[in-house]
């Protein structure tokens, strides 16, 4: 099973977009808040990330919300629903 962890930061829209279409196309995630984890912010500034939110698929990355390329990494198909 692919390890997923989603950046993300209170009152962020893309952040809660993100969620909701993790959530929405049932895939496991963690979250990491880095406004309360000092440890995560500090990863995303070593990967030289500077949107977000940001989603972590194994080694992969997708910064800010972009349904197409999640859809690609996670291999789920976008509904036209």
């Not at 962890?5 to 909701?20: E, F, H, I, L, R």
């Not at 309360?36 to 500090?42: H, I, L, V, Y």
Request: include cysteine; aromatic fraction near 4%; hydrophobic fraction near 35%.
């Amino acid at each position: 099973m692919r390890r997923v962890v989603v950046y993300t930061s209170p009152g962020c829209t893309s952040c809660a977009q993100t969620k909701a279409f993790l959530n929405e196309h049932e895939v496991a995630f963690e979250e990491c808040d880095i406004s309360r984890d000092s440890t995560a912010m500090n990863e995303l500034i070593r990967l030289g990330c500077r949107r977000l939110p940001v989603v972590r698929i194994d080694q992969e990355i997708c910064e800010g919300f972009d349904a197409a390329k999640l859809c690609q990494l996670l291999k789920v198909e976008i509904s036209n629903d």
